[in-house]
């Protein structure tokens, strides 16, 4: 019963992310650079950075919930076919698992539990949850490169990295302006 | 004289007799054996990438100020491509290897620029921080090429053909080293 409690929270936080991209994300790019085509590769992508939380915070486990919650949701927010959006899903995931199987090859974690669960200290998972966004916004940057090659200009590699990296930064960003608090919840979780 | 400065001038000696290896005797293999295709481009096996790492892992972001002008004479001189191209690549390349080694010193909370060879540091084995500098390295190199040649020669080179040939070349390297692993320990006095 709790990890579907846990699953639901999550799809939650999938959905605020999708929102805010929706809503806000959108029309500010569109807004700010308008001969820009950003139907492949959005400015910032917050959706990733949502499912990097949900993977540190429940590791593998939280798979799932980013590559079916983000096919169901690209399909119903933003009008992308959908086959199209379960491939979209199918990335991150691959994304994800990659850069989580990373940073566990690395630290020698347990990969069921996620690193939120695995840390001591708060700054202990801000610099991992750093690690796994790069390596995360690297993977993902190259596998949406790799499948949409030749379909956009040339600089299309380097918009999905940038897109990438900056929606894991604000994830990173969130989580460093939380440390203190995280700092309780790590404590009181070891304690 | 800095007491390194012969160690760091065999080792750029090195690096530059394998990228000739590479390009002279190695591309006309492949080129050979699989047609010319992209081989210009990109390899499938890419031997100086598993030594650039093992250096960079072993002797630390030092390392870089050899390896930098080596790898912009090699592909200037042996691959014979634009020297614009051999700047892009070597700033590429070298700008990824010193980014993998500073993303796996900080979750350790270690100087950004330090090799895992040194010290008493047991927390990171080189067989892991080797595999993975490798693989962050190519996907860097690879979302910056692929860009790269795509907007200069109008030629559009999947990332991926970049990290398999890269980690199959750091692979390879690493098995030899590890086959003749014991004369050059007794060489540098390796602890």
């Known amino acids: ?191 | 004289m800095h007491k390194s400065l012969p160690l760091h001038a065999s080792l750029a000696v090195l690096l530059l007799a394998l990228f000739a290896f590479q390009f002279e005797v190695l591309q006309p293999f492949e080129k050979q054996l699989f047609g010319d295709g992209q081989i210009h481009f990109v390899d499938w096996l890419f031997l100086p990438h598993g030594l650039k790492v093992i250096l960079v892992v072993i002797l630390g972001s030092s390392v870089l100020w050899g390896v930098f002008p080596v790898q912009l004479a090699a592909m200037w001189l042996f691959l014979g491509t634009s020297f614009e191209t051999a700047l892009v690549y070597t700033s590429v390349a070298t700008s990824g290897l010193w980014v993998g080694l500073a993303l796996l010193n900080i979750p350790a909370d270690r100087p950004l620029g330090k090799g895992f060879a040194g010290g008493d540091d047991t927390t990171f084995r080189l067989f892991r921080a080797v595999i993975l500098i490798a693989f962050i390295t190519s996907l860097i190199t690879g979302l910056g090429m692929s860009t790269w040649y795509a907007s200069i020669d109008g030629e559009w080179v999947f990332p991926f053909k970049f990290l398999i040939g890269d980690m199959l070349g750091t692979l390879v390297v690493l098995a030899i080293l590890v086959a003749v692993r014991k004369p050059i320990f007794n060489a540098v006095k390796f602890k």
């Open chain 1, 1 to 191: 019963m709790s990890s579907l409690r846990y699953y639901f929270a999550a799809f939650v936080f999938l959905v605020i992310a999708f929102l805010v991209q929706w809503l806000v994300v959108v029309p500010l790019q569109g807004a700010l650079f308008p001969s820009v085509n950003f139907s492949l590769s959005h400015l910032i992508s917050v959706p990733f950075g949502a499912g990097l939380v949900i993977v540190l915070m429940m590791g593998f486990k939280g798979l799932p919930v980013v590559i079916f919650g983000k096919a169901f949701l690209e399909t119903s927010l933003m009008d992308v076919a959908p086959m199209e959006a379960v491939i979209h899903g199918v990335h991150d995931g691959a994304a994800l698992l990659l850069a989580l199987l990373a940073t566990a090859y690395m630290l020698r974690r347990d990969l069921k539990h996620g690193l939120f669960m695995q840390s001591v200290c708060a700054s202990t998972l801000v610099r991992q949850a750093f690690f796994m966004t790069i390596m995360a916004s690297l993977i993902d940057g190259v596998l949406h490169a790799s499948i949409n090659l030749g379909s956009a200009d040339a600089t299309l590699p380097m918009r999905y990295l940038m897109s990438h990296l900056l929606g894991g930064a604000s994830l990173f960003a969130m989580l460093y302006l939380l440390r203190y608090k995280l700092s309780q919840w790590v404590t009181v979780k070891d304690a």
